[in-house]
């Protein structure tokens, strides 16, 4: 068999939402990440082999499996599931952790297959098929996970049923202080706390945070940037889920983060920070404020990750 | 008396909300506007000593006219407010019409002032001088017309309260078609008609639909900025202030439009077009439709106004 005849994949974690974006922005990080392992195999069809770091809640049966059906998805669309494939899955990250745990293993699955069987979509194209394995976990259709995992960088999703992403530039010295305290909560969880209504004013509001945001993002203004991240919807209600919400937020803004909030459904919180040294002296004050409770938790301070999914061997 | 002696200013009709831009968004046009003439006086203190266009609607006691409160703001930052000053205000666009009408006289009242007596302040720091203008004529608090009428442009307001704003880039083949039908709409009954309250799922397509539209403005990607002109908020309301809306709107689009919305609380509608041959088609679709009501109406072919209030005499 050839070098390609196998395929390791790396898909990395994700920050959905960003404060002011819910639903509609999410980027990419260097670590945690899921990764797959695809090869040809003699038996058709697709098939589960191996699965780890799951303590042995994930189903093999590939139709009951976000990459499963993620790469099901894809095939069927090729109609290429006769084909014999052979998957090994490596969960790397926490479920439930707001990292985007059920996006990273759709994608890496979805990728996998199609680098597996010769490329024959493009990343972009990829979109669908990999929304479809996050949809089979989540329940939800929303690409602020899945879209940044794919594709890389910053991603806005100007309409998540019509899957209208556009890619924004990172501010070069844009870094990212993500903390995972050990608690799960479940999305449906998160979502369910929040309102059907909300007041137009906070509407208005989040527009212009929003607004603010993306024109912060693209023009490099870090002080525009700070100004926009706040969340007037999801992170009042979602706070409460996550203990000392509120001192973790004044820690990490007293240790000079530009913004910080939920990352997506929680438990995980993230800021924002100018530069390396700002990023690793707000982690730590975020981590100080869990550990005093006393709750562990794991950092993660990162570049803005522009690579998204790729090949690691 | 030296030629400065005598200002005449000239503060440009606005389109604010833009479809998905409710109270953050705005952009000015070329024309219509309104004029402003200041000079010295003997008599301390500001007198409107002449007004033309108003139909004799406008008081002339300063206090309580929209050009005078927003000069005599300023006055009163600068400890100048027994400065002998000459007011005249010609109105040329009318009132109620959804195209700024008292911004425009708001700012020009400020910009005059502040050029006759040297030119203290930066058109920025005019904003909050103009905001308190247009406040007495509208009893809210928004940019979206006097931002973009002071500064030129498109202008993006993060936050209304804080005054914190932006202004974008115009692409360089982006036409505005405005059309006026001749009735009149207060801002407070289309205002009055926006529930308190929306669907949760409405304000994140807005908020996707409003990144989209900043997206596209930014990139220059006139495919984006068609698929981001959707305002699922003010316009299901307000439409049925406008005769023939929709009749109007499928006219502008299938005349080649990249969209079609309502210019701030209307009756005035707008289109985004590439290119002047194509707002020129667009115009026409629509002013034929309230034609065949029948309305009257003016309309107006521009480019953005990247000027904004500017002296011309």
């Known amino acids: 068999m050839s070098a390609k005849s196998e395929i390791r994949v790396f898909a990395p ?74 998957m090994e899955i490596h969960k790397k990250m926490p479920f439930g952790s707001g990292l985007g745990s059920s996006a990273a293993s759709a994608v890496a699955g979805a990728f996998a297959v199609n680098k597996l069987i010769g490329e024959p979509l493009t990343k972009n194209q990829l979109l669908p098929f990999a929304m479809a394995g996050e949809a089979s976990a989540d329940g939800a259709w929303h690409a602020d996970n899945v879209g940044p995992c794919l594709l890389g960088g910053i991603v806005f999703i100007r309409s998540n049923s019509e899957l209208d992403v556009a890619q924004l530039p990172a501010p070069k010295n844009l870094w990212a202080a993500v903390v995972h305290p050990d608690i799960e909560i479940l999305t449906k969880v998160a979502r369910e706390i929040l309102p059907k209504e909300i007041p137009l004013e906070n509407a208005t509001q989040q527009i212009g945070n929003l607004g603010g945001l993306l024109c912060g993002l693209i023009q490099e203004d870090y002080g525009l940037i700070s100004r926009s991240i706040h969340d007037v919807i999801a992170e009042p209600r979602r706070q409460k889920l996550i203990p000392d919400f509120y001192k973790a937020k004044r820690a990490a803004l007293a240790a000079g983060a530009l913004g910080f909030s939920i990352s997506g459904a929680g438990p995980s919180v993230f800021a924002l920070c100018e530069g390396e040294q700002s990023a690793k002296k707000v982690a730590d004050a975020i981590s100080g404020i869990f550990a005093a409770i006393p709750l562990n938790s794991q950092a993660y301070i990162s570049r803005i990750n522009t690579k998204g999914v790729h090949v690691i061997s």
Chains 1, 2 share one sequence.
């Open 13 to 86: 974690a994700t920050v959905a939402n960003v404060a002011c974006g819910y639903d509609v922005l999410g980027f990419a990080i260097d670590a945690p990440g899921d990764e797959i392992v695809v090869r040809h195999g003699e038996k058709p069809g697709l098939h589960i082999t191996k699965i780890t770091g799951d303590d042995g809640k994930l189903p093999k049966n590939p139709a009951q499996n976000t990459a499963g059906v993620a790469a099901l998805d894809l095939l069927k669309h090729l109609g290429m599931t006769d084909r014999g494939i052979e």
